[in-house]
Each structure stands twice: as C-alpha cells, then as structure tokens.
C-alpha cells in the first residue's frame, strides 16, 4: 500500500509520521484508525489498530513488540480484554489512542509521548474503574531479559530471566526481596513501570514466552520503555530516573575483609559460650573479619539467658579482632518479651480490618508477629532508643537490619504512604553501623544513601551457591551496585555444605565487592541432625586464600566505589555490560551465568560447579590468566580449563582501568590458591 510520509517536529529532531492513504482519492488523517509508524531518528513505533498492539523496530529489526491480546484489565475478579483501536489524535510529541474492550460503554484509553530514546505509556479506561491493568510482552521480540532483581523463590534464580521462569504475586515496594520496576533486554530496550503500587509480574509463566506486568489499584499504568544501542546505556537511562549512590554507606575497612554472621554456623544454638566457641576457632585458624553478627534478637524473651553478659563477649570479641553486632528487625512475634507492652501502646501497625487490633502474620518460623509502625513517631524512637541502649549499654558496634518496612497486609499509620515507611526506615538505619550487612530495600528507594545489599539466603548446595551468582548479577544490574551474597557456603536450614561448595563459594566471593560469611571451614553442627561436621585442613587453607585475595584486591574495588559514586555503573555486572559486542556473534556473552566482570579489568570465572574442569568465555580483548600468566585473545572459548579446587580462574583485561593494579593482587600467589 502506498504511504504519505508526514513530518513531525521531535523537540530539535523531526519525526516521521507514516499513514496508509485510503485508496488515491483521501488522505489519511489524524483520525484514521489504520495502521501506523511513528519514526524517531533512533527507532519506530508500530501501533497496531486491528487490535491494540505495540511494536518497537530500530535499525530494520523488532527490538519489544508486545504480545497478541496484551493489553487486559480487571474489573471485580474478571478478567476483560482490549480490542480494535477506534481513533487516534496527536499533538507534537504526543499521541493519544481509543480502543474498544469487551465490555460495552468501556473504551481504553492510551497516551504515548515520544523521546528521542525512549517513550512513555500511559493507559486507563474511561467508562469504569479496574482494580488491575495489565500489559504483556512476547519475551523473544527482545532477546533475553534481564532486571527484576530477586526472585520470591530464593532456591531458584534464571539468568537471562527467559531462561526459566518467574512468578512474584507480591511484587511491591514492601517487598522483602530486593526487587525494582526495571527489565532489561539484550536487545537494548528496557521497561520501567512507573508506580508504588503493588504488581503481579510473571516472566514466562508456565513457559508461555510471555513477560506480564499487572499493577494493581485504579491508577493509570504508566511505564516507560527505552530505545538504546546497548543494554549498559539502558541501566544508565534507568538510573538517571531513581539515582545513584552520593556515597557508600561501608567504609573501605569493610570492603577488605569479610563480616561474620552466626545464622548458619549455630542457628538455633545461639549463646553466649557458642558464639565465642566460633569466633576462637575463626581467629585461631587466621580466617580475619572486621565484625561478627549474632543472628538473635535481644527481645527474645530467653535472651539475658543464653547472653547473660553481652558487654563481656563485645569485649573478648573485641580482643580477637571482631566488632560485636546484632540481628535486629522491627518484627515482635507474640512470644517476644516486650509485645504486650508494644500492643498497649499502638507501636504495631494496624489490622486493616479493625484498627484496633494490631495486624499479626505468620513470620518465617511459623510464629504470629507483627511490625512495629515506623509512621508513628512514637514507635519510631521506641525502636531507635532500644538500639542506642544497645550500642551505649551492652557495647553492640553495629547491626544487620533484617526486615521490610512495612506489610501490604497490613494498614498503614495514618496518611502514610509505601515510600514513607521507606524514607523512615533507612533514614533510621543510616544512623547505625550496618558493619557491611547492608540494607535490603525494595524499588531503588534509598540509592542515594549508598547501602550495602546483601541477596537472599540461598541453599548449601552448588544451585545455591549458582543461584546467589544470578541474583547478585540481578540486583547490581538494578541499581544496587555493592552487592554480596548470601552467607558464603548457604543457610535456609539446609545441612552444611561440602567441602566443595564452602570452598568455591568462597572463592567466588573473593572476586565480589563484599564477603558475607557464616559457615566455619573449621567445623560446623548439623541443624539437621545436631552432628558435628568437620572440614579438613585444605579447606580451611583454601577459604583463608580466598580471604586473603580479597583483601589483596581491596584497593582495586575501592576504586570501582569511588567510580560508581560518578557514573552509578554497578561493579560487579554481566560481560555484555562492557562487551556488548553483535548478539548474533557473542550470543555467549548474554547468557554466561558463571562468570562476571568486577569492575573493567577482572573478569571472574570461578567454578561453580563439581568437577575439576570448565569452559571459560574470553570477550575481546587481550587478557592475561592470573594464574599462569598466559596472555589469551578473544573473542574465544577455552574448552576444559583445568580447575581443581584450589584454582579459582579469573582473567585481567590488559586494557582496562585498573588493569595493573588489579593483575598484581591476582597474580600475587595465584587467585585463592
């Protein structure tokens, strides 16, 4: 069919308007339902009117299209679906589309305002109110995707996301998984849903090669999608919109050496004499930290019990070369010693249902808690007195926060809203030492503060430790660049690890910008069967290697902080961030789930794995093994690189940044060996 190209002014760039004509005799209009082209100097948009649809096409090639049928919405538990397009308006940069729907006297209307790299959506319905509006993309127009941070299944985590698949009913800015609104593609388009309201996010659900995005409420779906040349340019776009870090909230000192936590090491054990038992064992055997964590709160109502004299461990602890910290939450569970008395007073939020009661939930552990309301300021300096007198009064240095915020099944304070409690709870930890614990904080919310982010726990097994790689890769590519993973060796209640997975678990965090430690390579009791497991010497050699070559490699990631605090780029990143290279040539490099660059000089290839062998993919570049010295040049795979467990494989970028200083704290000894 033959087209008249109209013109339309895009800011300073022109933008190219294509429109069937209607036989010879009429031109098209602005109102002509047919279908349309909206080109930009960097793409196309494609509107679909036969039925609603949307694709985006830059350089000749789809790059997103969204799937058939994919605008939904819901109405009183039915579902109801978007049909013909039934006019369409523009104005500059602006266009505006009407859609029929299934239900009479019901019309959709839809509002797109075009960038020269991106555009925004905006679609609500006229004629009702819908409780959820929904949008669905087929995941193969764009390649692979990635973003969404943490899956709500911990066990399991698909890198690229449309390598599995991904369920999150509770998607919400009072998630406890460290998630934001933000996908990405290897073909360089991202999606950011512009909203705190909670959603349903499903990524080829059932295998049905689709990615859903639901928000729920009566508010417009407002998203934005970007149009870049390469999926680093994307996070970037992304990251000018939430904003980066002004600085890092754990000092250098935090970086170098790991932080221990007592969780997996005695979970249900937790004295006072086993804890010291521990860290006697951990000193004595060289294995350094700069704090230890007991993972027990002192509101536990058997606490002065089983720590009968916490200024005295702090003290011992202190001589053996650890700060003491504690776990702390704004959970209090029915049987905690001072939950009549936060009940009585109106520090718990409330039950939505009858205010007057606070609102309990099932808690981890199967007990009934409720979360101390962080909108009432009251309840606010109720919880930050109690950490003061632990800080002044039983010499704690510093804690883990463990907790969300606030609970969507729960009603909030008073005009308070999601980003409140938010902005209440990190402006309340940022007053304490978080000893390298971090924060976990949903939809980018506090990147400003620059905090810690620890995923996860994970299980004690060579998935685990696979799946705590894909999530640190999925949060830092989020926007939380200083990431680590859960304890090193896995927790869940799982028995302990081997000797095998402790080991290359720790080994492959060596090569991260933190450590986060628990399981001793000296030995550890079996939660599960209370057995004493012990490790042989090499293991405890081996983890003390891994320890030392992060620290040799501190000054290293110290400068990728500073980097990171100018650009926001994330430290430790997927090699198509710094290789993105052709995707029909490199496809590796897009879907390599075991190996990572940290900064742009090391690339990291841990085994991750049994087995003494693995395939290392080299982007291009020149690179030197830090463990033979060898110079390799890619692009190229080496093909059953020998790996035995005390050769952690990692690759310098002769190149890069950094590239010197980095080679010589590899190379030193030999990474972890």
């Not at 190219?16 to 960097?42: Q, S, Y």
């Not at 911990?154 to 933000?182: C, E, H, I, R």
């Not at 004499?273 to 951990?282: G, K, P, S, Y």
């Amino acid at each position: 069919m033959p087209l008249l190209r109209r013109t339309i002014r895009h800011g300073s760039a022109a933008l190219l308007l294509a429109a069937p004509l209607l036989g010879t005799a009429a031109p098209a209009t602005a109102t002509d339902p047919g279908p349309t082209t909206f080109v930009t100097p960097r793409y196309e948009l494609r509107l679909a009117t036969d039925r609603l649809a949307l694709t985006t096409v830059r350089a000749g090639r789809t790059v997103l299209a969204t799937a058939p049928g994919a605008f939904r919405f819901r109405i009183g538990g039915d579902w109801h679906i978007v049909r013909e397009v039934t006019g369409s308006t523009r104005d500059g940069d602006t266009v505006r589309v009407t859609a029929a729907t299934d239900l009479p006297g019901v019309t959709v209307e839809l509002r797109i305002t075009l960038r020269s790299d991106r555009y925004d959506m905006n679609w609500s319905l006229s004629g009702a109110r819908a409780d959820a509006l929904s949008t669905a993309y087929d995941l193969s127009s764009a390649g692979h995707w990635y973003g969404h941070g943490e899956n709500s299944d911990q066990t399991v985590q698909p890198w690229p996301l449309d390598s599995g698949q991904l369920v999150d009913t509770g998607f919400s800015p009072a998630s406890y998984q460290v998630v934001s609104p933000f996908w990405y593609t290897s073909s360089a388009t991202g999606l950011w849903a512009n909203t705190d309201d909670p959603m349903d996010v499903r990524i080829n659900s059932g295998g049905n090669g689709l990615g859903e995005f639901t928000v729920t409420g009566d508010r417009p779906a407002a998203s934005t999608v970007f149009v870049e040349d390469t999926p680093a340019a994307v996070y970037r776009d992304h990251i000018a919109l939430v904003g980066k870090p002004a600085r890092s909230d754990t000092p250098y000192e935090q970086y170098a050496t790991p932080l221990w936590n007592s969780w997996a090491q005695l979970y249900g054990e937790q004295t006072q004499e086993n804890v010291l038992d521990w860290a006697r064992a951990l000193a004595g055997a060289g294995l350094r930290g700069h704090a230890l964590q007991i993972e027990e709160s002192v509101i536990a109502a058997d606490f002065g019990e089983r720590f009968p004299d916490l200024p005295a461990l702090s003290k011992e602890l202190g001589r053996l070369g650890f700060d003491l910290g504690m776990w702390t939450g704004l959970y209090v569970p029915e049987t905690a010693a001072n939950f009549s008395y936060a009940v009585d007073n109106g520090y718990l939020l409330k039950d939505p249902s009858d205010p007057a009661k606070p609102c309990l939930f099932t808690w981890w552990n199967g007990r009934q808690t409720g979360l101390i309301d962080l909108a009432n300021p009251a309840a606010r300096q109720w919880y930050t007195d109690d950490l003061k007198a632990q800080t002044s009064e039983l010499r704690v240095a510093g804690f883990k926060f463990d907790t969300a915020f606030f609970d969507d099944r729960c009603a909030p304070y008073p005009g308070a809203t999601r980003a409140d409690y938010v902005k209440y709870g990190t402006e309340l930890a940022d007053a304490f030492d978080q000893q390298g614990a971090g924060l976990r904080v949903a939809w980018n919310a506090a990147q400003v503060k620059g905090f810690a982010t620890r995923t996860a726990d994970k299980p004690t097994t060579f998935a685990g430790l696979r799946a705590a790689v894909s999530a640190n890769l999925a949060v830092s590519t989020i926007g939380y660049p200083f990431v680590e993973t859960d304890m090193i060796g896995g927790s869940l209640g799982y028995p302990p690890p081997t000797k095998q997975v402790l080991t290359r678990w720790a080994q492959a965090a060596s090569l991260m910008p933190l450590m986060y430690a628990s399981t001793s390579p000296t030995g550890v009791r079996d939660a599960t069967t209370g057995a004493w497991v012990g490790y042989d010497r090499e293991t405890v050699d081996l983890y003390r290697a891994a320890i030392a070559t992060h620290e040799r490699l501190a000054p290293y990631i110290w400068d990728q902080v500073r980097q990171t605090l100018k650009t926001g780029d994330p430290i430790m990143r997927p090699l198509f961030f710094d290789f993105p290279g052709d995707l029909a040539e490199d496809e590796r490099a897009y879907t390599v789930s075991d190996e990572w660059m940290l900064g742009p000089a090391v690339l990291a290839a841990p085994k991750l794995d049994a087995g003494t062998t693995r395939d290392i993919f080299l982007p291009s570049g020149t690179w030197r093994d830090v463990n033979n010295g060898t110079v390799v040049r890619g692009p190229v795979t080496l093909t059953g690189y020998a790996a035995p467990l005390g050769v952690t494989p990692a690759f310098v970028n002769l190149k890069a940044k950094g590239a010197t200083k980095a080679y010589e704290a590899l190379a030193r000894t030999g990474v972890a060996r």
